[in-house]
C-alpha cells in the first residue's frame, strides 16, 4: 500500500516563500510519477505542477510558472513544490498525488492513484 503524507504549509504574508514536502512510502515503483494539485474553498481541484521518476520532465500550471519549483529526492522517497512569490490567489489545501512510472508528467488527476490528506497554504495579503 503507497502512502502519501504532505507538509510544510502554514500561512504566510504576499510575496513570501514556502516549501512543501510530501514523504512517500510503500512500493517505489507505485511513486515513479508523482504531482501536486490545489484546491481552494468553493473551487475544483487544479493542477499545479508534476514530475516524472528521474526528475528530467516537470510540467507546471501557467499560473505557477517562473514561481513554483517542484523537484524530488529519490533516495528519501521525497516530493518538494518550492513556492516562491507567494499571492492570495495560491491559498488553498495542497495535495500530493503519486502513480507508476511513466515518461509523462501528467496535468490530469485522473491519472493519479495515490492522494494525501493535502496541507493548507494561506497566503495574506
Known amino acids: 500500500q503507497v502512502q502519501v503524507v504532505e507538509s510544510g504549509g502554514g500561512l504566510v504574508q504576499a510575496g513570501g516563500s514556502l516549501r512543501l514536502s510530501c514523504a512517500a512510502s510503500g512500493r517505489s515503483t507505485n511513486t515513479g510519477n508523482m504531482g501536486w494539485f490545489r484546491q481552494a474553498p468553493g473551487k475544483e481541484r487544479e493542477f499545479v505542477a508534476a514530475?516524472?521518476?528521474?526528475?528530467?520532465?516537470?510540467t507546471y500550471a501557467d499560473s505557477v510558472k517562473g514561481r513554483f519549483t517542484i523537484s524530488r529526492d529519490n533516495a528519501k522517497n521525497t516530493l518538494f513544490l518550492q513556492m516562491n512569490s507567494l499571492k492570495p490567489e495560491d491559498t488553498a489545501v495542497y495535495y500530493c498525488?503519486?502513480?507508476?512510472?511513466?515518461?509523462?508528467?501528467?496535468?490530469?488527476?485522473?491519472?493519479?492513484?495515490?492522494w494525501g490528506q493535502g496541507t493548507q497554504v494561506s497566503v495574506s495579503s
Open positions: 514530475i516524472t521518476w528521474s526528475g528530467g520532465r516537470t
Open positions: 498525488a503519486a502513480r507508476g512510472a511513466s515518461s509523462v508528467a501528467f496535468s490530469d488527476s485522473r491519472f493519479y492513484e495515490y
